[in-house]
């Protein structure tokens, strides 16, 4: 499979191919989560952790990613996961959920730009984000513009 960093567009063999890997690595994080909870990084350590919320944030199973929200805002609160990680999943679980999100994580990439997913109260945006410990949004969006090479919108 081709690596993706300039924004090149995957070919449907690539997106049922990504696809499938998601449903087995979900089906594997399930399991996991089943017989040990969830992957923390005492648990696993820091890059296994980081892998099982990756995982998730890749999940076809947006019903499995609103069961796992509570656990991981759980698990933040307690510093057994990055913060960090967490305005990823409530995001995209919010977009999936067609509603406005909380942080600023989502864009929607067409050719040649990123446009950024509506924001909830979009006025105190940087507080949220600086209490997750994420950059305010402008350097954001510079790190999105610079590695994908495209315009960012918002």
């Not at 984000?129 to 510079?142: F, M």
Request: charged letters at 30%; glycine letters at 6%; zero cysteines.
């Amino acid at each position: 499979m081709r690596a993706f960093g300039k924004w090149d567009k995957p070919t449907k063999q690539e997106i049922r191919r990504m696809a499938n890997v998601d449903r087995v690595n979900t089906k594997r994080l399930k399991e996991i989560i089943s017989h040990y909870g969830w992957p923390t990084i005492k648990l696993v350590g820091y890059e296994a952790s980081e892998g099982a919320e990756l995982v998730l944030l890749h999940t076809p199973d947006l019903g499995f990613q609103r069961r796992m929200l509570p656990v991981l805002e759980k698990a933040a609160k307690r510093r057994e996961i990055y913060g960090t990680n967490i305005a990823n999943l409530i995001d995209i679980v919010l977009v999936r959920e067609n509603k406005p999100q909380r942080f600023g994580t989502r864009f929607k990439i067409e050719p040649g730009r990123m446009i950024q997913y509506p924001l909830e109260d979009p006025q105190n945006l940087d507080k949220r984000r600086a209490e997750l410990g994420l950059p305010p949004i402008a350097v954001y969006k510079k790190f999105l513009s610079d590695f994908y090479h495209l315009h960012v919108e918002w």
